[in-house]
């Protein structure tokens, strides 16, 4: 079935390294990607998505490019800060079904 | 805009009772769907109710069943709940086009079943 796979947690980095979280998919039909990030105590907020081979979603800094070669949607950004400590979820959904699939998550602690 | 809002935030309940959770979507969103997240099995969707109709399930018994208003609110009822059924329920909201369309989350009602 459709699935979705990301690197095991947590991820501890110093304030303005380089991020990359990695995120691979397994999919019927065409998916769409997302990336979902929850702060403490709170509930998802969308991050970025892309929608279709070859697309970039950025946000706030953050960068993920849809490879369909490689079935991933790899999270990346250049230079982390303390807020940026948050859980990221990788996600997909499949058409026009509204069913989001998650991956377990991976919890991130920017250290100053 | 105001956003997705769930009541009540917390709820703390007894083993064989059954708990009812709202969700009021964004307004002129017709789509809600529910997720259970707990530690150790992450996000998994219950259902989704696209005008008044549920339109996709997860797999879930059907203790877990939802309803949506005319106005889109939806309520998600669990009957009999179990210990296991401690878990943060989020609903989301979307205008029900799918795929690329974005769906917007609410805060979540914790759950503690003791």
């Known amino acids: 079935g459709d699935s979705v796979t990301q690197m095991e947690g947590p991820v501890t980095l110093s304030e303005e390294a380089f991020l990359t979280i990695n995120c691979t998919y397994t999919?019927?039909?065409?998916?769409?990607l997302f990336w979902y990030v929850q702060y403490p105590g709170e509930g998802l907020q969308l991050l970025l998505k892309a929608t279709k081979a070859d697309d970039k979603g950025s946000n706030k800094g953050f960068e993920a490019t849809y490879r369909k070669e490689t079935t991933s949607f790899h999270l990346e950004k250049g230079s982390v800060q303390v807020s940026d400590s948050a859980v990221y979820f990788c996600a997909l959904r499949i058409g026009r079904d509204d069913k989001i699939i998650f991956g377990k998550g991976t919890r991130l602690h920017i250290l100053p | 805009k105001a956003g997705v809002t769930q009541t009540p935030r917390y709820l703390i309940k007894t083993r064989g009772q059954q708990v009812t959770l709202s969700c009021s979507p964004i307004s002129g969103h017709r789509s809600v769907s529910w997720y259970q997240q707990t530690p150790g099995q992450g996000l998994q969707f219950l259902f989704e109710y696209f005008s008044e109709t549920q339109r996709n399930k997860g797999n879930f018994p059907g203790r877990f069943s939802g309803r949506q208003f005319s106005n889109s609110r939806s309520e998600m009822n669990v009957s009999t709940l179990e210990l296991g059924d401690s878990a943060l329920y989020l609903c989301a909201s979307s205008s029900g086009g799918g795929g690329g369309d974005t769906q917007y989350f609410g805060p979540g009602t914790r759950l503690t079943v003791l």
């Open positions: 999919a019927t039909g065409y998916p769409s």
